[in-house]
């Protein structure tokens, strides 16, 4: 069974999660814990729940959802994944972080390219691999079938979309992949967004007024 912990971090308020099963096996998706005390709650969670990283995950690498990517991987030593397109997102930070007005060093360890269709698991739980660009163009969704969750990062939220107007975002494009392929899903799938509180598929297919 999945379970799945939250994190409201950085002053962008960014939802950095912790997905683990019984066998305390974990993902790490989207670290973005910024400050000291932030990456010691991460830490500490991880510690005191005896849960063994397999992987972080990115759901897309605009900054606010990887300014921990760096030390997570220094501390668990496993590979990044994320979709291909995305690895120019992750490359582009330093000059992202400039335009907030602070130094971002570019990432420096190992990544691994994840496509639509595909497929991880975690144990025995298994995740689908969605690509829904438009926020940004490599952006990915985590969608677990057998206990309606998903981890969506900034595609939906509760009654909102992700902005368009980034570096290579496409409103006509994220418009269409929510409703392809987010919209078909089970209605109490349970979204959990890259801002914010959580929601269901059926509740943003019905009162979402983007749509």
Do not use: C
Request: charged share 20%; net charge negative.
């Amino acid at each position: 069974m999945v379970h799945i912990k939250s994190f409201v971090f950085n002053p962008f308020s960014e939802n950095t999660y912790v997905v683990y099963n019984d066998g305390q096996q974990a993902y790490i998706i989207d670290p973005g814990n910024f400050s000291e005390e932030e990456t010691q709650r991460l830490d500490k969670f991880i510690e005191e729940n005896g849960l063994q990283i397999q992987n972080i995950l990115l759901t897309h690498a605009h900054i606010d959802h990887v300014l921990g990517l760096q030390k997570a991987f220094d501390k668990y030593n496993v590979p990044i994944l994320l979709h291909e397109i995305e690895q120019e997102i992750l490359d582009r930070n330093p000059i992202d972080a400039n335009r907030f007005g602070f130094f971002f060093k570019p990432f420096a360890g190992d990544t691994a390219y994840l496509k639509e269709n595909e497929t991880i698991s975690l144990g025995h739980d298994i995740f689908n691999i969605l690509h829904v660009p438009g926020h940004s163009p490599g952006h990915i969704a985590f969608h677990n079938e057998d206990q309606k969750l998903m981890i969506s990062g900034d595609i939906l939220f509760e009654g909102s979309i992700g902005r368009t107007d980034l570096y290579k975002g496409d409103h006509g494009q994220l418009i269409s992949g929510i409703t392809s392929k987010i919209f078909p899903l089970h209605d109490d799938t349970k979204i959990y967004s890259g801002h914010g509180n959580p929601t269901t598929v059926g509740f943003e297919r019905n009162y979402n007024p983007f749509f």
